[in-house]
C-alpha cells in the first residue's frame, strides 16, 4: 500500500497524464451510487451494522481486478490530516471524527478507480479520467461495480432503477462530471449566464472540489443533477455535448479577450508566472489563480516551456494538506505558505 509520505510526493495519475482537450478540461469523474439490498440504507443502520458490513467488505474489495493493487483504509483508523489528504485527493468526502466509524475507502494505486463505503450511499464507485474521456471514466466505474454484484445484490427495483439513500441519485445513480477550466469566461464576466443556462437543463456547475465548494483557480466542476428516466449512456452523451458548447464559448471569450485585451492578458499571465517563480508566501487559493493565468497563458501561446502537468499537480500537491503532511504535523500556517512558495519555485524550475 502507498504510504502518505509517497501520496503527497506525487500528484493523481489522472491529474498528470495528457488526456483529450487536456487545455481545457481538466479531467473526467464517473461516479455510481449503489446500496446492498440486505442493509438499511447508512443514514437507517446502526453503526454497528455498518463496521460489520465495512469489515465484510474489505476482503472483497481488495480482490477485485479492477482495483488492484488496492489499498483499504477504514477512515477511523487514520488521522484527520490524512484524512483530509483524502478528501484533497477526491477520494472521500469531508467527515468529522465522529462520523468515521464504519467508513472506508479502497482504492487502485494509481487511483484511476476508488471506492467509498457507507457515506451516504453503501458504495460511492468512481472512475477516473485524464482530460475529457467521460466514457473511459464510465468505463472504470463499471467495470468495478460489475465485479462487486458477484459478491453484493444491489438494491434495484425494475420501476425506479437501483435506490439510493438521495432522491436525485435514484436511477442509475450516475453522477457524470468534467473538472474544466474556464478563464476566458470569467475575465469577460460570462459564466454567470453561463451557470444560469446550464441550471435550467439539468446541469450542476461547482467549485472543483464538488458541492459547496467556492471556484478557485477558475475550475469549475460540471455535472448531471438528475439520474432518473435516462440511461447511463444517454446521461454521459448530454453531459459531453453540453460541456463541448461550453468550451465552445470558452474559445469565443478568448478570442475577444486576444482581440481586445491583448496587452492586459499578457500582462496578466506574465505577472502571475513572475510571481509563481519568484513569491516567498503563497496561500492555496493563490497558487492556484496564479496557476490558471500562467495555464491560460500557455494555452493561447503566449508563454513557452509550461507543462500543463505542472499546473495541475498544484491542484493536489499545494493544498493545505498535502504541504502539511510534506513539510511535518507542527508548521504554522505561515511556514506552510513560506514552503509551499518554494514548491512552486522548483517545481517550475524543472520545466
Known sequence: MMSFDDMVQEASTWLCLDGPQSDRVVSSRARLARNISAHHFAHRASSESMTRMTLSMEGVMQQLP?????????????????????????????????????????????????????????????????????????RMAKEVESELEYYADFAYLEQWGYLTACPTNVGTGLRASLLVHLPGLVLTREVGKMVNGLSQIGLAVRGFRGEGSEVVGNLFQVS??????????????????????????????????????????EDKVWRALGLLRTARLLTSVEALGLASAVRLGTDLGILQGIAVSALNEMIQLAQPAHVQRREGDDVSSEERDARRATWVRRRLMME
Open 66 to 138: 479492477g482495483l488492484q493493487p488496492c489499498s483499504f483504509l477504514r477512515l477511523a483508523d487514520i488521522s484527520p490530516l490524512d484524512r483530509e489528504i483524502l478528501a484533497e485527493r477526491h477520494m472521500i468526502s469531508h467527515f468529522p471524527q465522529s462520523d468515521t466509524v464504519s467508513k472506508a475507502v479502497a482504492f487502485r494505486a494509481d487511483e484511476r478507480a476508488t471506492v467509498l463505503l457507507n457515506e451516504e450511499d453503501h458504495l460511492r464507485i468512481s472512475g477516473f479520467a485524464p482530460g475529457f474521456d467521460l466514457w473511459d471514466a464510465l
Open 224 to 265: 448531471n443533477q438528475v439520474t432518473l428516466g435516462k440511461s447511463e449512456e444517454e446521461i454521459v452523451e448530454m453531459v459531453c455535448q453540453v460541456t463541448a458548447q461550453v468550451l465552445h464559448y470558452e474559445n469565443q471569450a478568448r478570442e475577444v479577450l486576444m482581440r481586445d485585451a491583448r496587452s492586459q492578458v
